[in-house]
């Protein structure tokens, strides 16, 4: 079994859980393209199978989230997993609007404490529930779209963000607030695209059965937006660089009418580069 399974994840569920428990439902190793925090729920792509090689391309693709900043608030974690401290004012909605074109484009953004960065061999999150105080440095992310949906209650906003890989919605909280002379954390979050996953097609965790899983499994070459190269020459699946006639760039490959995995074409010739069958 290969494939990508489009998991609609609910608040308060691991990304590692999920993928746990697609792994025990489908008798095959798993990996998630991309984690959702416990708090957020949404769209979150599990790989089965081979599929999983697929990691890095999924890496840098675009996301959309749902968000909601509170104002005059804040928290080590910067969401409502940890204590709540009180400050700071409450901006108005045209206040908002104004300073968000600053955070729209390539921005640098400084990672939250309580993150899965690795420092020195441990995570963030480790040192920052020791009470400890790591420097993090700051990271270059791209903004595409950062639009203020509407007022939600007397201190919060919804948001709506679409950002490259990488992105963390938590420190944009914090930013924004900051620009504003304020404090700022993440009330929710809810990821309903990523990359060609949308929420329309995911399916809940609890729905999924041995039984019905590959009704919902999605085919690897569905996923890939690359053109088809068939090449039947074995010499190719062993290693070897094949003359091709085919344009530069990355292809599905297939082997007798049968999905193999991806091909790059480089200067006349072509090469394997993973089987994802």
Known sequence: MTGFVNIDKREGVSSTYAVNRLKRLSGTPCGHMGTLDPLASGVLPVAVGNASRLFEYFLEKEKTYLARFRFGVTSKSLDRESELLFGGR?????????????????????????????????????????GREVPLNAKRVHIYEFCLLEQTEKDEFLFRIVCGGGTYIRSLARDVARALGTEGLMASLRRTKSGIFTEETAVPLDALTPENLREYLIPTEDVLPFPALEMDDERLYHGLSLPCKGEDGQYKLYRGGQFYGLARVENGLVKAEKKLC
């Not at 908002?96 to 390539?106: D, K, M, Q, S, T």
């Not at 939250?112 to 420092?119: E, G, K, L, T």
């Open 90 to 130: 409450v901006p108005s909605a045209e206040e908002i609007g104004e300073v968000l074109p600053r955070f729209v484009g390539e921005i640098e953004q400084v990672p939250p404490a309580f993150s899965a960065i690795s420092i020195g061999g441990k995570r963030s999150y480790e040192y920052a529930r020791q």
